[in-house]
């Protein structure tokens, strides 16, 4: 098939049909088929064993949706209030890198299906497209929310530069990842010899082209970075910190203590610690840990609209998604994109509606009970 170069693959150039898409795990096996197998293992896969990768999904089972009757609504409000400002609903696009390893238009197509129907996007550091050039596909701040992701290498200063940049640029809140002291162990990266261009990093150096430096399969961070660090880098901008990646309920406690203003509950979609706990089990704990303090989002294996009410019921005030938007991506841009989103805010809608509730906000504890039947 006739393609085009997307980040250093082939990627083919016309897109997919939609109409056999109806729910978020269609679009896997027509990725894979599109996509360069290195770029394809690089997104599907997780670390070691992959159990975490496995359960992550799994786990949002364990909780049963309790409905209520004769209290719901035809159209129930999506919309979620997040640091401050609104998304249209409470689900949105998580940080990953290289997005221009399944479309060649990458960050840019992905921030401007996201951003145009009020869905946050959050942009890696290692991205393909640089932090103005996603900025300006994102459009005004009027639509959706656009955070900036931020991976601390080894130079504080230099992250310190990224995060002024994406301030300047119009980004309105950091989400600091403290997951990746290291990269994780990912044996199909390793097996495929994945190479990524180090010019991948959103801080590309002017007149630095792809393939001009060295090649590593891993993006380093700072295995050093401590709690006084992220009170640091809360003080560096004016933007709200969030925190992502964290799993215990004292880590919930200390982000609070250093500055943040919200904790995303993750194992990084399982791509770090293989057999860590997952974000399904660990949410309610760190809910009550934050005791209100900080905003809680949570990700990892949400696939569907009824998941999202569980996250939403055990307290978290919104959700992300990695794996399915880049497979939309890569199935049909933008276009794919936005498939995605619409297929999963019908669900969700459905879903509130069937449960009882008029709104999002409305979803509580109360609306779950424990899975007898795994
Ligand atoms: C291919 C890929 C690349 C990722 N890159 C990043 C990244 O650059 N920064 C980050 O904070 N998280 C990154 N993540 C983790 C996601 O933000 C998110 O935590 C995870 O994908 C959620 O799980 P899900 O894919 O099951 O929805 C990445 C995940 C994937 C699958």
Known sequence: MAGARGFGFQVPAKPAPLDGVVNLDDFEPIARERLDPRAYGYYASGAGAERSLHDNVASWSAWRLLPRVLSGSRAPETSVRLLGG?????????????????????????????????VPYV?????????????????????????????????????RELVLRAEA????????????????????????????????????????????TEFTTYIDTKPELRWADVEAIAGWSSLPLVVKGILAPRDVERAADHGAAAVWVSNHGGRQLDGSVTAAEMLAEAVDAAAGRVEIYADGGIRRGSDILVALALGARAVFIG????????????????????????????????????AVTDVRREHLRPAIVP
């Not at 399944?102 to 921030?111: N, Q, R, S, V, Y």
């Not at 959103?202 to 082209?209: E, I, Q, R």
Request: aromatic share 6%; proline share 5%.
């Open 169 to 212: 640029a119009g980004f309105t809140a950091v989400v600091l990842t403290v997951d990746l002291p290291v990269a994780g162990y990912r044996e199909r990266d390793i097996r495929n010899r994945l190479a990524i261009p180090m010019s991948v990093q959103a801080h590309l150096p002017a007149g630095l082209a792809e393939g001009e």
């Open 86 to 118: 609104s998304a249209a609903l409470p689900f949105g696009v998580a940080p990953a890198a290289l997005q221009g390893m399944a479309h060649p238009d990458g960050e840019l197509a992905m921030a401007r299906a996201a951003t145009g129907h009020g």
């Open 123 to 159: 942009l890696s550091t290692a991205s393909t497209r640089t932090i103005e050039e996603v900025a300006a596909a994102a459009g005004s701040e009027a639509a959706g929310p656009r955070w900036f992701q931020l991976y601390v290498e080894h130079d504080l200063g230099f992250a």
């Open 323 to 358: 794996r399915p938007f880049l497979y939309a991506l890569a199935t049909a841009g933008e276009a794919g994109v936005e498939h995605a989103i619409a297929i999963l805010g019908d669900e969700l809608r459905r879903s509130l509606s069937i449960l009882g509730a008029t």
